[in-house]
């Protein structure tokens, strides 16, 4: 065989957070509904949720959809990847003052996590989400992600995805429970073929000898 199998993270596919299609409640910088300036760190984030709003004007649930552009040539050959979802704030993200509150993420339609907060930090009164990063994440992060200090990453596999272009990604979270987002990403793993190095090493040395032997003809009859 000439050729050897690698395998590469490609460029993030990314959306903004304020990109999403709400079924509840979703507020924006053009949009705030009650939320404090402040808490947004630009026009692409999303606080999802009704956390922020008294309990008179709560709803069951709030669900989000974000659609994420993925050439379909590409589908075929991922072997891997991950769903990122990311905010600005360190203390934004996922968050909740009722402990247990429940938030489930999906792609596709397929089950992806189902979070209970459970995690209070000293000194808050929230509840948040805390998740160990992939060591492998760190360099497949652009700048855009990277500048954001919560970030949360699940592992994906192709059978996750759908052949045609566009991925869904989908969040739903209880009452009282928000969710400040600013990009919603796919970072994908792809098998790519690639010469081995002894058949390139020899391809050159052939295409050396001959252009030297091509410049040595012209020499000659040019000479005679």
Not at 135 to 153: H, N, R
Not at 183 to 203: D, F
Request: aromatic share 8%; with cysteine.
């Amino acid at each position: 065989m000439i050729f050897r199998q690698i395998e590469k993270m490609l460029a993030p596919s990314d959306v903004a957070g304020s990109g999403a299609k709400v079924q509840g409640v979703g507020a924006t910088q053009a949009e705030p509904l009650q939320c404090n300036d402040c808490w947004f760190s630009g026009p692409q984030t999303l606080i999802l949720g009704d956390g922020h709003l008294p309990t008179s004007e709560t709803q069951n649930k709030t669900t989000a959809f974000w659609k994420i552009p993925v050439d379909r040539s590409i589908v075929q050959d991922v072997t891997g990847g991950f769903l990122v979802i990311t905010c600005k704030r360190m203390f934004g993200g996922l968050h909740t003052m009722r402990s247990g509150a429940i938030a489930k993420v999906f792609l596709n339609d397929h089950p992806q996590d189902i979070i209970g907060l459970k995690d209070q930090p000293d000194g808050y009164s929230d509840y948040f989400l805390r998740m160990p990063l992939p060591p492998s994440l760190s360099a497949a992060l652009d700048s855009k992600l990277s500048s954001c200090t919560t970030i949360y990453a699940w592992s994906i596999d192709q059978k996750q995805l759908n052949t045609n272009r566009l991925q869904i990604v989908r969040a739903e979270i209880d009452s009282k429970v928000s969710w400040d987002i600013d990009y919603v990403a796919l970072i994908l793993r792809v098998k790519r073929r690639k010469v081995k190095g002894w058949v390139l090493s020899g391809l050159l040395l052939i295409a050396g000898a001959a252009i030297t032997a091509l410049i040595q003809m012209l020499f000659d009859a040019f000479h005679k």
